[in-house]
């Protein structure tokens, strides 16, 4: 688990890294500590602690690793306090930090905090851990084009009463699971005025080529409203030139003195090896 952790928040900063363009007079950076939490069923809160950076540190892709190492906050005191339980979370690898010992109950609130490493500033987030979800039906399908060969993603999700808001992952394993580039992130809204209160719908991930036999991994996750917003505005911005870790852009971030976004939520994962 230390390991696929390790190489989920490689990938997570990777696909933050602007490519290296020339650019003048960038205005000095604010060091900030940037929030990313990577959930699991079962292990539901792995926090990775890193500094934001500059379109100038963007390095090339022999150097990248070298890069991320040096982004990582090592020896933070990170609490969580749930349910007036207070936690320190353990640093198990450089950066990311996790303790087994919190209970994961749906509909608790949880509190991050920690001492900002830069500044006199204590570093603070909220989030409420969401409701599983699982798939209902989940069935994919190639579609072969004259260029390239597609991925078509078909689901069912019962819907439980109230609005909700949920993200698909898609991304494709090694066959020693090993996750390829970051995760193609489809949105999705319910409808309260629907009185079936099951969502079926699909989709196609684009500029990508699939192949069968090719290992894919696909999540489902209940999320929060505000974090579905933040993903949305990221979304609208993908080809903007600096992302969240960077400055002068800053999306609708939870985190007070800090970037980037604390949220919780248990994943329904399905591997499939396509046909």
Sequence with gaps: MRILIFII?????QGCLPEPLEVDNIPPLKKQPVITTVNFDGTFLNLIVTQNFT??????????????????????????????QQFLLTEYVDGIYFNPEIPGKPGNEYKLSFPDPYTSDTVKANSILMEKISFSELETSLLYTEFDTLL?????????????????????VTSD??????????????????????ISSSFIIPFEDFASEDTILVSLSNIEKNYFDYLKQKDS?????????????????????GLGFFTLFQPD????RLE
């Design 9 to 13: 928040s490689i990938i997570l900063i």
């Design 55 to 84: 379109v100038e540190s963007r390095v090339s892709n022999d150097n990248i690793d070298s890069l991320i190492e040096s982004l990582l906050i090592e020896d933070l005191e990170i609490t969580i306090t749930t349910d007036e």
């Design 152 to 172: 078509n993603i078909e689901y069912t999700i019962n819907d439980p009463l109230g609005k909700n808001f949920y993200m698909i992952n898609v991304q494709r």
């Design 177 to 198: 699971y090993y996750l390829l580039k970051s995760p193609y992130v489809e949105l999705i809204e319910d409808n309260t005025d629907s009185s079936e209160h099951i």
């Design 237 to 257: 911005q993908r080809l903007i030139l600096i992302d969240e870790l960077s400055e002068p852009i800053n999306y609708n971030s939870n985190v007070i003195n």
């Design 269 to 272: 994962i399905e591997l499939i």
